[in-house]
């Protein structure tokens, strides 16, 4: 049985999530009816990460099995056709062999957060980024983010619902970055909790407006108790950026910068890395 992997984007604010669910159209769901009506198959499509409801995507990684061979192209092609006018576009669709899974097989899941930090209404970004108000000291941001890098009990960020076994994880990144009236905070790990970039995020805007500390945060962690944590970032600015795989199963999508020197402080073009930024394209990590 043939195996597809599927790189896709989407706006998540029509959706329930990436998952099936009674309540409403997913995401999954969307892809399922285009692949029945093209190729007359009831497949489940696997997503590397379940995105909550509002959640976006520029580069989720899902697999399929198909009964028949198709070519991947005319694959891709004919989802895109059939997936109007859902906000959903498959960018890249290649066949695997039967050891790559979308969620299993991950190395690293990247996510992207944007804030706009200014006082008018969002009105070509409204639901693609959280507007905050006031002014945000993002250098304070990203040196208080580096509190939670490292392997920990993330219980503090983990939401009540979260099903995860354990609480800990290791986060590998947590960057913040100023370019212009944009905060930018992108999160690499292997797996994250239910909310947890969101709660992470929420607790680390507290700091840049001058609420809580770096001290705070780092207590607030250490504390591992939900009540510590700040108010919950809204799903409308979190995208599930990039997946990476092992390179036997076709390594990384896309290029993320390497850590910047001047985080905080904006201005792209001194970022080192040599590819294209993040923002140019979990597990339920949201």
């Known amino acids: 049985m043939p195996r597809f992997k599927l790189i896709i984007e989407y706006d998540g604010a029509p959706?329930?999530?990436?998952?099936r669910q009674?309540?409403?159209?997913?995401?999954?769901?969307?892809?399922?009816?285009?692949?029945a009506a093209m190729t007359a198959e009831r497949a489940i499509v696997h997503g590397a990460g379940r995105t909550d409801a509002g959640v976006h995507a520029l580069g989720q990684v899902a697999h399929v099995d198909l009964e028949r061979e198709w070519e991947p192209f005319r694959l891709g092609e004919g989802l895109n056709a059939l997936l109007h006018p859902h906000p959903i576009a498959v960018l890249k669709s290649e066949r695997?062999?039967?050891?790559?899974?979308?969620?299993?097989?991950?190395?690293?899941?990247?996510?992207?957060?944007?804030?706009?930090?200014?006082?008018?209404?969002?009105a070509l970004e409204r639901g693609r980024a959280w507007r905050v108000k006031p002014p945000l000291d993002a250098r304070a941001m990203h040196d208080a983010a580096q509190a939670l890098v490292g392997r920990h009990d993330f219980s503090t960020f983990r939401d009540a619902q979260c099903q995860a076994k354990s609480p800990i994880r290791t986060l590998d990144r947590l960057d913040v970055m100023r370019d212009g009236d944009e905060v930018q905070i992108e999160a690499s790990a292997l797996s994250f909790l239910h909310r947890q970039v969101r709660s992470m995020v929420g607790s680390l805007v507290e700091v840049g407006v001058g609420r809580s500390t770096a001290g705070d945060l780092k207590a607030a962690l250490e504390a591992a108790d939900r009540s510590r944590c700040g108010p919950v970032a809204p799903a409308s600015g979190l995208y599930l950026a990039r997946v990476d795989y092992p390179e036997a199963h076709g390594g990384e999508f896309g290029t993320l910068p390497s850590s910047p020197a001047n985080a905080g402080e904006g201005d792209r073009a001194k970022r080192g890395g040599g590819g294209s930024s993040i923002d140019q394209a979990a597990n339920s990590a949201k």
């Open 22 to 35: 009674e309540n409403g159209l997913s995401i999954q769901e969307a892809l399922e009816e285009a692949l």
């Open 15 to 19: 959706f329930v999530g990436w998952q």
């Open 96 to 122: 695997v062999d039967s050891g790559f899974d979308a969620r299993r097989s991950a190395r690293t899941r990247h996510y992207l957060y944007r804030i706009l930090n200014r006082r008018a209404p969002l």
